[in-house]
């Protein structure tokens, strides 16, 4: 085991295996997670000037095997995923919620007794995972459901409008960190009272002013939120595609934590609850699996943050060239996960093993409503034309346009460029050095109309 978790610390990384391998027991005082909704939708990025996939949000019952037995061996949580198994079958929605529960499993593990969880989700889920969030941390352990209500362009359709997301705020114990927050008053209240604080007369069920010369600091907060969201023309906006405002995560990090307290977020993103936690004063944790959300990541700290990168420690994603070499002989799994994930919009495969030649998969869009599949395939040792004509079959097997074969410099050599054949003016199979990352270069992939061969 590592040392004890060192706030401030960005991981790269699957946050279940971060939490277990680096984060101990009760160490953490908040945690915020905004995970994947299983909305099954594609969510794209502007990245680098150009428009890339984020992250697809589908979830398939093959990948999620290894959670679902993982969870349904735990006493306390077995009946909710039999039954949960039993209701949905072994499809995208158990996968969905086994992958979940399994991560909800550490999170209890390293809350503190007084520390409070808050769960972000929308309709798509909420209502089930609820019942997985009453089986990590006991239901007599729930506290709010919170209703976080924007406006946004609507779209015309027969129904009434969505314009909020869900946010369950669990504890894990009775005992729990708590700073009231208080909103305006009502317009009613002050014209009958003014500013005065109050007390209730139980004798008629009406509210007296209390005579103190201090002013009431407003009312109690309520469970439903009216913070806006990011304008696309505002400064905060990083053009990630489920970017959360600040003003919503610092409400949650001044309600449920102190200043120096540590605040965790699994599933960062683009960082906003790091930003939030950094501008409050509270220490804090991120792990994110996306190459490009860290690099997003990166920029914030380094444009929008009262601190310095390299005052960070980041672990599980190489800094320089050095670095991945390092890796890539100390963990090959690692340097594996973070390698197929260099290219936006492809991410590495949940499970490794198994993968039939396949590293990462992704999809990447060339004009509105169309989508190209690519694949990765990452050696970190030495490669030949071989490897790669068996790539471009495993690309071939499994129907996608393009694919990505990841190395270092060193191990390329020409044959291996002149493998594969070319689609229009791009190879079928491209070469992408780790050189070429930490040259800043991107492979050269369409981003405009894309014929299919």
């Known amino acids: 085991m590592p040392d004890q978790a060192t706030p401030n610390r960005l991981h790269f990384g699957d946050c279940l295996e971060i ?5 101990p027991d009760e160490s953490v005082d908040l945690i915020y997670l905004d995970p994947p909704f299983n909305s099954k939708r594609i969510y794209n990025a502007f990245i680098g000037g150009a428009q890339w996939v984020a992250f697809d949000d589908t979830w398939r019952w093959y990948e999620a095997i290894d959670d679902f037995h993982a969870v349904a061996r735990d006493v306390s949580l077995a009946p909710t995923m039999e039954g949960l198994r039993r209701i949905l079958g072994e499809g995208g929605e158990l996968a969905y919620l086994s992958y979940m529960a399994n991560r909800l499993r550490e999170c209890w593990r390293v809350l503190k007794p007084t520390g409070s969880i808050y769960l972000h989700c929308d309709p798509t889920m909420n209502y089930l995972l609820r019942l997985v969030m009453n089986a990590v941390f006991g239901k007599e352990n729930y506290r709010n459901e919170i209703v976080w209500s924007y406006r946004r362009w609507p779209a015309k359709q027969q129904n009434f409008q969505r314009m ?7 504890s894990r ?9 208080y909103e305006p008053l009502a317009a009613s209240t002050l014209q009958a009272f003014g500013r005065k604080k109050q007390v209730a007369d139980f004798s008629t069920g009406r509210r007296l002013p209390r005579q103190l010369e201090t002013e009431s600091p407003g009312a109690p907060m309520r469970d439903v939120w009216h913070i806006s969201i990011i304008a696309p023309s505002a400064k905060e906006r990083l053009g990630y595609p489920t970017q959360k405002p600040l003003a919503l995560l610092n409400r949650i990090i001044q309600a449920s934590s102190n200043p120096g307290d540590v605040v965790f977020d699994p599933f960062c993103g683009c960082g906003t609850t790091i930003h939030a936690a950094q501008n409050l004063g509270r220490r804090w944790i991120g792990i994110d699996v996306c190459v490009q959300a860290c690099k997003v990541i990166q920029k914030r700290i380094e444009s929008h943050m009262d601190t310095l990168w390299d005052d960070i420690e980041f672990v599980g994603m190489p800094k320089t060239l050095e670095d991945a070499r390092e890796l890539a002989a100390y963990d090959p799994f690692k340097f594996e996960r973070w390698a197929a994930s260099l290219t936006p919009g492809l991410e590495a495969n949940k499970r490794q093993r198994g993968d039939k030649g396949i ?4 999809r990447l869009p060339v004009r509105k409503g169309r989508f190209i599949d690519v694949v990765a395939q990452v050696k ?6 071989s490897h790669v004509q068996a790539f471009n079959e495993a690309r071939r097997q499994a129907g996608a346009e393009l694919g990505i074969f990841t190395c270092f410099a060193d191990k390329v050599t020409r044959g291996m460029r002149n493998a594969g054949k070319y689609l229009d003016k791009w190879p079928v199979i491209q070469i992408y050095t780790i050189e070429d990352y930490f040259a800043g270069q991107l492979p050269d992939l369409p981003l405009g109309d894309f014929p299919r061969p």
Do not use: K
């Open 359 to 362: 590293d990462g998969r992704g």
């Open 173 to 181: 114990s009775n005992t729990v960190t708590w700073n009231q927050l």
């Open 380 to 385: 970190a040792g030495n490669s030949n034309p």
């Open 19 to 23: 939490m277990a391998e680096y984060i």
């Open 164 to 170: 909020h997301d869900t946010i369950f705020r669990y």
